[in-house]
């Protein structure tokens, strides 16, 4: 049974640019959070999705945008990125209605230049 | 804004000693989770408390939830090199399962050496 799948594992992008992160979550999982991991630092909460819409929004800018599609699976985009957009993206999926846990995925390591 | 404080940050000790990390927040969680996660990937969930006082054991990993749900820890017995890694606490303000985000702390880095 697959887990959470994240692709790319890293990126290396330029000041300005735009970047697309993709998520599958776990089978059966029907919610999709994202996290941002900055060195050092725990897991700060982007996003949610759950029946294709943006259910939840932390404290991030506009320039963080998500998508998820019928298949439950998931899109970050970042656009203009800044240096101190450098960190590991997380995708974490769940079931709603049943538990508390969520699954993580191994993240994609982005880097900013 | 609910903050989840942990310490130690850092801890290092040799194979066979017990340790304890704590959790703390002056808000109160419907929930709270720790979270082990390794260099170069995701967290793994280790344990989720949501009863008050409740204290859930896995294997040499004990776990608490304060009486009052705005603290927790987790102590580890004869702590070994597989112990290794960050454990990051995390708090569900709201209730209802995994609706919600989750407020993570910054977590512990623990070595533990032979």
């Known amino acids: 049974d697959a887990g959470v799948t994240q692709s790319p594992t890293h990126l290396i992008k330029t000041r300005g640019q735009q970047v697309t992160l993709r998520c599958s979550p776990k089978s059966g999982h029907d919610t999709v959070s994202w996290y941002q991991q900055a060195l050092g630092q725990g897991p700060q909460f982007i996003f949610q999705?759950?029946?294709?819409?943006?259910?939840q929004r932390g404290n991030f800018p506009d320039r963080f945008s998500g998508h998820q599609f019928p298949n439950y699976s998931s899109e970050l985009n970042v656009n203009a990125l800044l240096l101190g957009d450098s960190a590991l993206y997380l995708c974490a999926s769940s079931f709603t209605g049943t538990g508390y846990g969520y699954t993580f995925g191994s993240g994609t390591r982005l880097t900013v230049v | 804004t609910q903050l989840l404080e942990q310490s130690p940050q850092f801890l290092s000790i040799q194979e066979g000693e017990n340790l304890t990390v704590y959790c703390n927040s002056s808000?109160?969680?419907?929930?709270l989770q720790w979270y082990r996660q390794e260099p170069g990937e995701g967290p793994v969930l280790l344990v989720t408390?949501?009863?008050?006082?409740e204290v859930k054991k896995l294997k040499r990993l004990t776990f608490q939830f304060g009486d009052a749900r705005k603290d927790s820890s987790l102590h580890i017995t004869a702590a070994q090199p597989g112990d290794t890694g960050l454990y990051l606490c995390?708090?569900?303000?709201?209730?209802?399962?995994?609706?919600?985000?989750?407020?993570f702390g910054k977590g512990t880095k623990l070595s533990v050496k032979p």
């Open positions: 808000s109160v969680f419907s929930s």
């Open positions: 999705y759950y029946e294709e819409e943006e259910r």
């Open positions: 995390a708090g569900r303000a709201n209730p209802g399962g995994s609706q919600g985000n989750l407020i």
């Open positions: 408390v949501v009863t008050g006082g």
